[in-house]
């Protein structure tokens, strides 16, 4: 199956409505982790935010203006509503996205800032999908699915044809997986330009829709995911169409996973990346021996995290690669204590992030109290260096167990 986004392409690529070309970049430290060549497609840096600009563009300009009816109508609670709202007000169309009620309002606002009406209907996008048919059928408008859509599709698939064509001969391409949109955009590209290089999707565990159906297996969806603009229960009929023929495997990457290959990227690559943008990078951290050796894309497919989430992924990450401890510190309750404290530790090189002060516990004496510390431990600093140092200034103390 051809798409109809090809003979746009210039249009799209060419940035006349505000799309990028974005960077292909070669991961220094990826490409040595494996012994081979890892290249990063960074959509993250598209406008949006996301790879979801361009099947957004792709199904409005085929369809021309003069075509919507009253306007279009998706349904989203993230990427692809933003992109359907920013060039829908850029083209002159009316938008409406339904978004779920839950919705985290700075998503609702956002989009509503882009100029889009936003109707906030049922628990999930199932629900959505429901609502957004209604408002099309009862109020003449466009239906623009976000992924089970052949012009979604073509225009998804420029991400990939512009990885190939940058990158040069590659052995495997790791696509973010949720519907399957960017995953039939790949196959797509790859049949275009005669190339024939692995594609292999990648999912979160707790959705694993696409996974299932490749695989046949029956995994229910469903969980808190960081990933969640690839949470999707149901895998477009449309995408599993054009990749059914093609797409031999799926990798699915647990939350630990992705958020280590978020921090990565943050720490070894100066890249900020959402969830679901991660997911190749997770998969790739997660097989190096099934890609050692071997020419790798991997489509960063977007970097709208909140900043709250992010700087909790790093703190966790630290926790977890031990420079950051937990110390309880028994001490008198009286003056000067908190002071003592801060200069033992940092006698060692190690800095206090959080101090706990609890003196209103059942088994704490009254005249006494417990000080929790979290530290943030310099290289060749281990907790016990922590606790020596604060046994030297006559306080007794112990590690406490990491919770992350």
């Known amino acids: 199956m051809s798409a109809s986004a090809l003979p746009v392409r210039a249009a799209i690529s060419s940035g006349t409505y ?22 990063l497609k960074l959509e993250s840096l598209q406008v949006t935010g996301s790879f979801k600009a361009r099947g957004a563009l792709n199904a409005l300009l085929v369809r021309g203006k003069e075509n919507l009816g009253d306007g279009v109508v998706t349904m989203s609670a993230g990427n692809h509503a933003q992109a359907v709202a920013y060039f829908a007000r850029r083209l002159g169309i009316r938008a409406t996205i339904v978004m779920p009620e839950l919705t985290a309002s700075v998503k609702v606002q956002r989009t509503r800032e882009l100029g889009a009406r936003v109707v906030l209907f049922g628990e999930n996008l199932a629900d959505c999908a429901e609502q957004a048919a209604n408002l099309a059928a009862n109020e003449n408008l466009r239906l623009i699915h976000p992924y089970d859509d052949i012009d979604v599709i073509g225009g998804q698939s420029t991400v990939t044809l512009e990885l190939l064509e940058d990158a040069g001969a590659l052995d495997i391409v790791l696509v973010p997986t949720g519907g399957g ?17 692995e594609i292999i999707g990648v999912q979160s565990e707790f959705f694993p829709a696409y996974y299932s159906a490749v695989t046949g297996s029956a995994r229910a969806p469903g969980g808190a995911t960081i990933a969640d603009g690839i949470a999707v229960k149901l895998p477009g009929k449309l995408p599993l169409s ?22 990565y990227l943050v720490e070894r690559e100066r890249l900020v990346v959402e969830g679901a943008g991660a997911v190749g990078i997770a998969a790739l951290l997660a097989h190096e021996d099934r890609v050692r050796g071997k020419r790798i894309g991997i489509i960063v497919s977007g970097g709208n995290i909140d900043p709250g989430l992010l700087a909790s992924i790093i703190a966790r990450s630290r926790i977890r690669s031990g420079s950051i401890a937990r110390v309880r510190v028994h001490i008198l309750d009286r003056p000067g204590q908190l002071g003592a404290i801060a200069t033992a530790v940092a006698g060692v090189g190690a800095n206090v992030l959080d101090v706990q002060h609890q003196r209103l516990i059942g088994d704490v004496p009254a005249r006494y109290a417990e000080i929790d510390l ?4 310099e290289p060749g600093c281990g907790p ?4 020596a140092a604060l046994l030297e200034h006559g306080f007794r103390a112990e590690i406490l167990p990491n919770q992350v």
């Not at 505000?18 to 290249?39: Q, Y």
């Not at 949109?181 to 049949?191: I, K, Q």
């Not at 054009?242 to 031999?248: D, L, Q, S």
């Not at 979290?374 to 431990?377: F, G």
């Open 242 to 263: 054009i990749t059914n023929a093609y797409v031999r495997e799926i990798v699915l990457v647990d939350e630990v996973a992705i958020e280590m290959a978020v921090e």
């Open 384 to 387: 016990d260096t922590v606790v």
């Open 374 to 377: 979290t530290v943030e431990l």
């Open 181 to 197: 949109g960017l995953l039939a955009g790949a196959v797509l590209a790859a049949t275009e330009l005669g190339v024939h290089p």
């Open 18 to 39: 505000g799309i990028m070309r974005t960077p292909v970049v070669r991961s220094e430290s990826l490409s040595e982790r494996i012994g081979g060549d890892v290249f």
